[in-house]
């Protein structure tokens, strides 16, 4: 069952607390071919120890909430009036392949977008796009340090995959989106995968993002030290893996975890381990 048609009975339940997470030594990855875009999970052994249910304040001593505060989404980089341009099939911007101007005027992309191994600094070439059909790919660019050329989106039918990507500080992106993962058709759609970014510190953005309908995966990224931008998360459809982020404090974990409500207990294929419990 898709996120919209269950997201209202699960905003009735109770929010869940990450670091009750199973402690067990194993944790779902999920791997992205950028040359296919096709996302699988797999399980990968863990040798840090996992949280108990007594770290799961953090350290101000009891639950986080801030997180969870309702934000003001940043005024739109660019006006899109008048745009309405289709591109039916995909983008792929990459050496060889597709100009970046080939999402210039354009609101809907019927099939994927994927930028892999740019030496693009910004994202403004695609900051009118509202709707892409497939997934985002945002794949090893080392120069790109704004994603603001997300703010237009609403609608992501399958993934959004940021990874490999050296050089952006802050993901403060992708202010609109509430559900990833909207296609009726996609198999398996609506991963969230954040991995290997070297210079990530902070995850601030998608200010109205509520739902992840398939994996949320955040992993590996090294100076990651707050995801508070998903602290609007109520909806996991099925595995969250946020782990060996080794700066990441826990507290952030927690702050999104109370928050969210379906399902009501974390399962077993749940892990949060290897981030930073002294903070």
């Known amino acids: 069952m898709k996120l919209f048609n269950s997201m209202m009975g699960a905003l009735l339940v109770v929010p869940m607390v990450l670091a009750g997470c199973p402690g067990d030594d194993s944790t779902a990855e999920t791997t992205t071919d950028p040359d296919t875009g096709n996302t699988t999970a797999t399980t990968q052994d863990m040798t840090t120890t996992g949280m108990t249910s007594a770290d799961s304040s953090g350290s101000s001593g009891g639950p986080m909430t801030d997180c969870q505060d309702p934000r003001e989404i940043p005024a739109a980089p660019v006006d899109c009036s008048g745009v309405d341009g289709t591109l039916d099939g995909s983008a792929i911007i990459e050496e ?54 997300l703010w237009s989106l609403t609608m992501i039918g399958t993934h959004f995959v940021f990874s490999e990507n050296s050089a952006l500080v802050d993901f403060d992106g992708m202010p609109n989106v509430q559900v990833i993962g909207t296609s009726e058709t996609a198999e398996f759609a609506g991963n969230l995968i954040m991995k290997n970014n070297d210079a990530l510190e902070t995850i601030s953005g998608f200010h109205s993002l509520v739902g992840v309908n398939n994996n949320l995966t955040i992993q590996t990224n090294p100076v990651l030290t707050n995801i508070d931008g998903l602290g609007g998360l109520r909806v996991v459809g099925n595995i969250l893996a946020i782990t060996a982020n080794p700066m990441l404090c826990l507290s952030s974990v927690n702050c999104v975890g109370t928050g969210i409500v379906m399902p009501a207990t974390p399962p077993d294929s749940w892990s949060t381990q290897a981030n930073d419990p002294s903070c």
């Open 96 to 149: 060889g392949g597709d100009d970046p101007s080939i999402l210039e005027g354009i609101r809907v992309v019927t099939g994927s977008i994927q930028l892999n191994r740019t030496d693009l600094t910004n994202l403004d070439f695609m900051a009118c796009v509202q709707e892409v059909g497939g997934e985002v790919n945002i794949y090893d660019n080392d120069m790109l340090t704004n994603v603001d050329g």
